[in-house]
T-cell receptor
Framework: SAVISQKPSRDICQRGTSLTIQCQVD?????MFWYRQQPGQSLTLIAT?????????ESGFVIDKFPISRPNLTFSTLTVSNMSPEDSSIYLC??????????FGPGTRLTVT | QKEVEQNSGPLSVPEGAIASLNCTYS??????FFWYRQYSGKSPELIMS????GDKEDGRFTAQLNKASQYVSLLIRDSQPSDSATYLC????????????FGKGTKLSVKP
């Protein structure tokens, strides 16, 4: 499976600021995804990021709050904008391979104070 | 609303026993089914995928799928303390890319 890295691995941010999370894959992939995992909860899909097109957002997530870029087939960024303590969470990127299998990056642990 | 249900646990088994984890899903047209293992503080790791009715074995892990009952399970034989983790069931509906729905996970504890 693809090797996925994320930066930063963790961060503590102040309310009202923005953070951009990077996801790098060691091979070209068509489908990349961004998830959120709030403390003690399961994974919630934020959006699907396809190269060359606008990201597709799930219900409850909007582009103004979570802008996504996908400039090429190995890289994507997710920005968490105008952060509040409710945005404290783990943010995960994933890639899809054969048979709809998804593989996850190590995650970014975000704390908003 | 498409749902994936799991018993949250914790499920506690002694070392060497068989751990049985269960998952039900609501969408009858679901086609692909996955089990992820997540250690505390780590990201989910794919351990099994299953697409057709029946059993699929990989080492100490066996996934079982029954589409008629909308039920998928994971058996872990000869459980080890290192198997202690949260196990997430995920279902892909309609064969569409990216449309994975996750259950809330079952926490497994294997006691030495």
């Amino acid at each position: 499976s693809a090797v996925i890295s994320q930066k930063p691995s963790r961060d503590i941010c102040q309310r009202g600021t923005s953070l951009t999370i990077q996801c790098q894959v060691d091979s070209q992939v068509t489908m990349m995804f961004w998830y959120r995992q709030q403390p003690g909860q399961s994974l919630t899909l934020i959006a699907t990021a396809n190269q060359g097109s606008e990201a597709t957002y799930e219900s409850g997530f909007v582009i103004d709050k979570f802008p996504i870029s996908r400039p090429n087939l190995t890289f994507s960024t997710l920005t968490v904008s105008n952060m509040s303590p409710e945005d404290s969470s783990i943010y995960l990127c994933s890639v899809e391979e054969m048979g709809y299998e998804q593989y996850f990056g190590p995650g970014t642990r975000l704390t908003v104070t | 609303q498409k749902e994936v249900e799991q018993n949250s646990g914790p499920l506690s088994v002694p070392e060497g026993a068989i751990a049985s984890l269960n998952c039900t899903y609501s969408d009858r047209v679901s086609q692909s089914f996955f089990w992820y293992r997540q250690y505390s503080g780590k990201s989910p790791e794919l351990i099994m995928s299953i697409y057709s009715n029946g059993d699929k074995e990989d080492g100490r892990f066996t996934a079982q799928l029954n589409k008629a009952s909308q039920y998928v399970s994971l058996l872990i034989r000869d459980s080890q303390p290192s198997d202690s983790a949260t196990y997430l069931c995920a279902v892909n509906s309609e064969g569409s890319q990216g449309n994975l729905i996750f259950g809330k996970g079952t926490k497994l504890s294997v006691k030495p």
